[in-house]
Nanobody
């Protein structure tokens, strides 16, 4: 069973930073692609970043390029999303998910298992 648990969300001021963690259990996450998505109220779930088993990664929305970085610690079986220079519009619930086919698809429907999400609120 592919289980993921996100943590690290919280309330931060504009311009601040957070690091989200996605811990895996029941499988070794460097065998698959792990994606980060976010969903703001009233909006569709949006792909943010993804890392493949090879270690290559994607950052999808232009709005987060240069600010968000994905990384993986194989020893801890955890994927991270470092978020810097946070903006009001980054406020959302952030989810990680595993894609067995390892394509780093931007479509949420391609992912096989999801964490419960962690809330990120950017507010002054």
């Amino acid at each position: 069973q592919l289980q993921l648990v996100e943590s690290g969300g919280g309330l931060v001021q504009p311009g601040g930073s957070l690091r989200l963690s996605c811990a895996a259990s029941g499988f070794t996450l460097d065998y698959y692609a792990i994606g980060w998505f976010r969903q703001a109220p009233g909006k569709e779930r949006e792909g943010v970043s993804c890392i493949r088993k090879s270690g290559s990664n994607e950052v999808y929305p232009g709005s987060v390029k240069g600010r968000f970085t994905i990384s993986r610690d194989n020893a801890k079986n955890t994927v991270y999303l470092q978020m810097n220079s946070l903006r009001l519009e980054d406020t959302a619930v952030y989810y990680c998910a595993v894609e067995v086919s390892d394509t780093c698809s931007r479509w949420p429907g391609r992912y096989d298992s999801w964490g419960q999400g962690t809330q990120v609120t950017v507010s002054s």
